[in-house]
């Protein structure tokens, strides 16, 4: 079973910038491109900053009024500084949250949640920026064919599953649900098949209609969800 990466979903002809672009460019950037964000770097393509609409909206929201109570009331001190910004470097979020290739999907949408980011920047070890991967690149993974996520939980949830015959159970998968049937000798058998199964890139859910003959999961030697032979 492939993992899904980074780098199998992002966008690798960037739209940056450099931290001396001035703030008209940064306008007429985003919305000729149609793009909610560009990164920022440096003369080496090192990354140093971020540049989002939300960061250039504060010149916006400034613009209706200068009162020390409506700047009181913003989440960061920064803030204030952005709304009297003329370049990318003045206005762009730093340090940045980045990515790199290699990173799973899973990760990267972690990594998202908790940096409370809709975005990453794709660096290599150097920092240099190799592409950008947003929220809805990684729904991507999502449009794999039925087929093919059908294929992956035969040969993966089924592979090292010990099942008493090749009929035993019968996989189906529609818009990404898969539905599991059939019986199996042992509970621990059935419980890894659906959790192997959940873990295929695409699925959105199990229906596990797994039986079994043999519940083993309270047995000596045998622990909760790895049938015996199985690593």
Request: hydrophobic share 40%; charged share 30%; proline share 3%.
């Amino acid at each position: 079973m492939k993992l899904w990466r980074v780098d199998d979903v992002m966008t690798r002809d960037v739209i940056s910038v450099r931290e001396d672009t001035p703030y008209r460019e940064l306008v007429d950037l985003l919305i000729s491109r149609r793009v909610s964000a560009v990164p920022v770097v440096d003369g080496h393509d090192r990354v140093t900053g971020v540049v989002s609409e939300a960061d250039l909206l504060h010149k916006v929201e400034a613009a209706g009024g200068t009162s020390p109570r409506i700047f009181d009331a913003w989440r960061r001190r920064g803030d204030r500084a952005k709304a009297g910004g003329r370049t990318a470097g003045e206005v762009m979020t730093s340090p940045v949250v980045s990515a790199e290739a290699s990173l799973s999907l899973a990760a990267a949408a972690r990594r998202m949640q908790r940096e409370h980011v809709k975005r990453l920047p794709v660096v290599d070890h150097q920092g240099h920026l190799i592409g950008i991967v947003t929220r809805s690149d990684l729904l991507k993974v999502h449009r794999r064919s039925d087929t093919e996520i059908c294929g992956d939980v035969v040969s993966e949830a089924l592979r090292d599953v010990a099942v008493r015959d090749g009929s035993a159970v019968r996989v189906t998968c529609s818009d990404g649900v898969v539905t599991l049937s059939g019986r199996v000798h042992f509970r621990s058998a059935a419980e890894q098949i659906a959790r192997i199964s959940r873990r295929v890139p695409g699925v959105v859910d199990v229906a596990d209609g797994l039986t079994f003959d043999i519940d083993d999961s309270m047995l000596n030697g045998s622990e909760r969800g790895t049938p015996f032979g199985v690593a």
